[in-house]
């Protein structure tokens, strides 16, 4: 069965970087899109990016451009996302979640998910 | 950017009653609308995509329809689990994005 399963909860100084990681099983890893969102305490879900894992390609939310990194290590299954320069509001659970669909150059809906990440950021 | 939004924030509904859940896009997705359900502490599951197709394993009394920018989300008779919040998201163009989410809760 399909899993994705995360790193555990990390807690970061403002200005930090935190690696939040997502480990696939179940189907061929490269076969489908990985994307990241995220969830601050008490609020909705927000698209951070995409990432291939086929070749690695990705698009980021505008509003993190810049701060966020994608990758994918094909060799473990793995997909990471990389969140720089921290603030307070970046506190959050972070969720992997695998593209529904595979189309290329679309987006699609999100068929599994992972169990979230807390990421708490504080002095 | 298509803004999502839901109504309502909040319904309240007795159990074994009908609920309709309602999702506006500020522009046209086609049918390129999915819905999910959250439970505390819990992932988002994938209940319906494509507007009205039900994913794998989820119960006949979740239905969705909808087209363009006017969406529905319709559970029929409310059972105890089905307590929780629900977002709609739209992937007819990037970025993906979701409503703010309505919860549904025990009148």
């Known amino acids: 069965q399909v899993q994705l399963v995360q790193s555990g909860a990390e807690v970061k100084k403002p200005g930090a970087s935190v690696k939040v990681s997502c480990k696939a099983s179940g189907y061929t890893f490269t076969s489908y899109g990985i994307s990241w969102v995220r969830q601050a305490p008490g609020q909705g879900l927000e698209w951070m990016g995409w990432?291939?894992?086929?070749?690695?390609?990705?698009n980021y939310a505008q509003k993190l451009q810049g701060r966020v990194t994608m990758t994918t290590d094909t060799s473990t299954s793995t997909a990471y996302m990389e969140l720089r320069s921290l603030r307070s509001d970046d506190t959050a659970v972070y969720y992997c979640a695998r593209d529904g669909e595979r189309i290329v150059g679309a987006t699609t809906f999100f068929d599994y998910w992972g169990q979230g990440t807390l990421v708490t950021v504080s002095s | 950017e298509i803004v999502m939004t839901q109504s309502p924030a909040t319904l309240s509904v007795s159990p074994g009653e009908r609920a309709t859940l309602s999702c506006r896009a500020s522009?046209?997705?086609?049918?390129?609308l999915a819905w999910y359900q959250q439970k505390p502490g819990q992932a988002p599951r994938l209940l319906i995509y494509?507007?009205?197709t039900r994913a794998t394993g989820i119960p006949a009394r979740f239905s969705g329809s909808g087209s363009g920018t006017e969406f529905t989300l319709t559970i029929s008779s409310l059972q105890s689990e089905d307590f929780a919040v629900y977002y709609c998201?739209?992937?007819?163009?990037?970025?993906?994005?979701f409503g703010q989410g309505t919860k549904v809760e025990i009148k």
């Open positions: 494509g507007a009205s």
């Open positions: 990432i291939s894992a086929y070749n690695g390609n990705t």
């Open positions: 998201q739209q992937y007819n163009n990037w970025p993906p994005g």
């Open positions: 522009q046209s997705v086609s049918s390129n």
